[in-house]
């Protein structure tokens, strides 16, 4: 029994004329490939595969993760740790002469802190 | 006597295949370098493209060749790598360009035609050829791809459902739309 009608007999058996031949080139040019992966040391060879993705991705993640922690710890046992707290110094001076007469001034003189009248 | 031959002589090749002795990849496409060439071309419609794709799926056989156990074919596990390779290409580049008016279609796509022995109709074969390559242009990827696996590279409904993991019902359902789009393009573009 045919399982065509005559039409699609025609179509069927046209279609199935055509062909694509292999072209020996491509077969030369894969093994070429293969073998240039197979020369490379195998840590090199093993950064072009999806494990190494993943492994880079887990080590991004673990890095993250230990700095956040780090920057939480830093901050709670030093509350007042602040950008201008650390430019300013510790005695609060800003550079300028304090009663304790500890800052002193480029010129080399220090202020007594007496106003006079 | 001849099959269980052809039988052994595979599974001795997939096993080279498994055992990645480099003879063998060049043994699949021997055996398997046209099918692999015309389905890439079919689908492709461009000679180049098609090559580069049958040159990933020979690496793709090579790397992936220990995980196979061989129960599936050696042939409709190949052809599978390539149509999914096909896919990808054909998803990135959205549409296909038409061969231009004027152009051979066989050409364009990389293809050959070998004139149908006993042609009784009195219409020129190559010509009608041509326009069916025009018509296969115009359907989707999917029908275009049934019609190629059964029709062009002669795979059984068992085999293409194994090569396009779909069941047999939707192979067959697939394959009768594909007919009848392929014969109304046939007759939009007119012969």
Redesign the interface.
């Known amino acids: 029994m045919n399982e065509f009608d005559p039409v699609d007999e025609r179509l069927v058996r046209i279609l199935g004329a055509s062909r694509a031949p292999a072209e020996p080139a491509v077969l030369a040019r894969a093994r070429a490939r293969l073998t240039g992966t197979a020369r490379l040391p195998r840590p090199i060879a093993w950064l072009g595969t999806p494990a190494a993705l993943v492994t880079a991705c887990a080590l991004f993640v673990a890095v993250a993760g230990v700095s956040v922690a780090i920057v939480r710890t830093e901050s709670a046992t030093t509350p007042d740790a602040t950008l201008v707290s650390a430019l300013i110094g510790d005695d609060g001076s800003y550079g300028l002469p304090t009663a304790s007469g500890t800052a002193s001034t480029a010129t080399g003189y220090s202020d007594t802190g007496t106003v006079t009248p | 006597m001849e099959e269980q031959l052809a039988e052994t002589d595979e599974r001795q090749l997939i096993a080279r295949l498994r055992a990645r002795e480099?003879e063998a990849?060049?043994e699949v496409?021997q055996r398997l370098?046209?099918p692999?060439?015309?389905l890439?071309?079919?689908m492709l419609r461009d000679?180049d493209e098609?090559?580069d794709v049958?040159?990933d799926a020979?690496?793709r056989v090579?790397r992936a060749a220990p995980g196979f156990r061989g129960e599936r074919g050696l042939r409709t596990w190949v052809l599978r790598i390539v149509a999914n390779l096909c896919r990808d290409r054909l998803r990135r580049r959205k549409f296909i360009a038409p061969t231009p008016e004027g152009e051979d279609p066989?050409e364009h796509?990389?293809?050959?035609?070998?004139?149908?022995p006993d042609?009784d109709?009195e219409m020129d074969?190559r010509v009608?050829?041509a326009v069916?390559?025009r018509a296969?242009e115009r359907l989707p990827e999917e029908q275009r791809e049934v019609?190629v696996l059964r029709?062009?590279l002669?795979l059984s409904h068992a085999e293409m459902m194994e090569t396009l993991n779909v069941p047999e019902g939707t192979v067959k359902s697939r394959l009768a739309r594909a007919?009848a789009a392929?014969?109304e393009q046939?007759g939009e573009i007119g012969i």
């Not at chain 2, 796509?109 to 149908?116: E, I, N, R, Y």
């Open positions: 480099p990849l060049g496409f370098g046209g692999m060439t015309t890439a071309s079919s000679r098609a090559n049958v040159e020979l690496l090579h066989f796509a990389g293809l050959s035609f070998d004139p149908v042609w109709a074969q009608l050829a069916v390559e296969m019609l029709h062009r002669g007919l392929l014969r046939v």
